[in-house]
């Protein structure tokens, strides 16, 4: 089964967006990115703000949010 971290950064890939366009265009600070896409769970706040930075990001790459959600 496909992670959260591993699931972001294909569809990042596919789109061919980098870490820092996804960090300008969400306003999302680049070290919870680079985190989110590692599933490094501990350096990320409360769940209720990763769950706003997930749909905000599924916005940017112009995806569903509802496979991260799961994921998370």
């Known amino acids: 089964m496909e992670s959260l971290g591993s699931y972001l950064m ?3 890939e ?3 967006r980098s870490l820092d366009d996804v960090a300008r265009e ?3 600070q680049l070290p919870l990115l680079v ?3 590692a ?3 501990a350096a990320l706040p409360h769940a209720t703000f990763v769950r706003g ?3 905000n ?3 940017a790459l112009g ?3 509802t496979r991260a959600l799961e994921l998370f």
């Open 35 to 37: 985190a989110l896409e």
């Open 57 to 59: 990001i599924c916005r």
């Open 53 to 55: 930075f997930l749909k």
């Open 39 to 41: 599933d490094d769970l």
């Open 63 to 65: 995806i569903p949010d």
């Open 10 to 12: 294909r569809k990042r």
């Open 14 to 16: 596919e789109r061919t």
């Open 26 to 28: 969400t306003r999302i």
